[in-house]
């Protein structure tokens, strides 16, 4: 990309919203704000090493998780990035039990904003790539505040889904239900550039799988047939898989949109309902995966399909190049009706 030829995320963007006529710029604004927050979590990221900001708080979220300081750092920039701007109604972190209230000095909008501030803080002591996950829902409820209504939306409600990779570079990709595009942060002007544009993953793309194989002996039955196939130990004898794994969703899930293959979370005999929340984890993915020509699924049917029961609902997810999502299915499927027979 000649320097004649940038494109920044917010002329992309207002470029896109040119073509609704309809539009109030209320969505424009709020992927504004957001890009804001991101450029503060990411440099608060790059210096985590030279400053306070690393290890636990000694607290534990509503998932029962040890919370790292960056947690709540990032919660906090993106709440008070978003909670003046007029046009949510609410907002919903992973960090937080309840919804989180737009303060009552702040007029109410008509949109909804869920997000994990700060997806893999695991990885945060080690050094490894970590991100933010968001989504955006349009008010259904009436009255001014958001409810539990607005924000229990299936994921083909949602308006837009994206995610922010701190890496080696920052990045940001997103959708707005017209393809996917990445954005990577130039710091030199501190502007999100357009680097990938209408991102598309390879199908079948690459032979790569990524799961925690620790799980391997909580597995079902199918689960553990699916990698016999993958490791190329099944009866079809097809040559094996490579392993990439790196224990945050959205580097694992990045690398997959990318590269093409299939990444995994199984449900197992300790969490028979998946580990990844459905609201602000395993739907926004699938909304970027599906735009951009993959498949997400709980390993029964589409992620997209199914209506959050609480705002912090767990759900397998398996997501990337549509025939190997498919192909997940079809082992879990097998042993559904094992069990039935």
């Not at 209408?198 to 790569?208: K, S, V």
């Not at 093409?260 to 929340?277: H, Q, V």
């Not at 993959?294 to 029964?300: C, E, L, P, V, Y």
Request: aromatic share 8%.
């Amino acid at each position: 990309m000649t320097e004649s030829h940038v494109v920044t995320l917010e002329r992309h963007i207002i470029e896109a919203e040119r073509s609704h006529p309809e539009a109030t710029g209320a969505f424009s604004n709020i992927l504004h704000s957001i890009t804001l927050a991101a450029k503060i979590i990411s440099r608060e990221v790059n210096k985590a090493g030279l400053v306070d900001v690393l290890g636990a708080t000694g607290d534990t979220n509503i998932q029962g998780e040890s919370v790292q300081k960056l947690d709540l750092y990032a919660q906090d920039v993106i709440y008070n990035a978003m909670d003046h701007s007029g046009h949510l109604c609410c907002m919903v972190s992973e960090e937080s039990e309840d919804i989180l209230p737009i303060p009552e000095a702040f007029p109410k909008g008509e949109y909804v904003l869920v997000f994990d501030p700060l997806d893999g803080s695991s990885n945060i002591d080690v050094n490894a790539s970590i991100g933010t996950i968001f989504a955006i829902h349009r008010k259904v409820s009436d009255g001014e505040d958001g409810t539990l209504e607005d924000c229990l939306q299936a994921g083909c409600q949602q308006l837009a889904a994206g995610y922010v990779l701190y890496g080696s570079s920052t990045m940001l990709v997103y959708t707005s239900g017209a393809g996917v595009h990445g954005f990577t942060l130039d710091p030199s002007i501190g502007e999100f550039l357009l680097s990938h544009r209408n991102i598309r993953i390879p199908d079948p793309g690459a032979r790569l799988y990524s799961i925690n194989e620790a799980y391997y002996p909580r597995w079902s039955v199918g689960q553990q047939r699916l990698m016999q196939h993958f490791k190329g130990l099944g009866d079809d004898s097809e040559p094996s898989f490579s392993s990439r794994y790196i224990g945050s969703l959205v580097a694992d899930f990045h690398r997959t949109l990318l590269k093409g293959g299939i990444f995994m979370y199984p449900a197992d005999s300790k969490n028979p309902n998946g580990k990844l929340r459905l609201l602000y984890e395993a739907a926004p993915m699938a909304m970027i995966c599906e735009q951009a020509g993959g498949k997400a699924s709980n390993g029964i049917g589409s992620i997209l399909d199914l209506v959050p029961e609480g705002l912090h609902q767990r759900t397998p997810l398996y997501v990337g190049s549509a025939p190997l999502v498919e192909l997940a299915e079809s082992y879990l499927a097998e042993n559904q009706a094992e069990m039935g027979a």
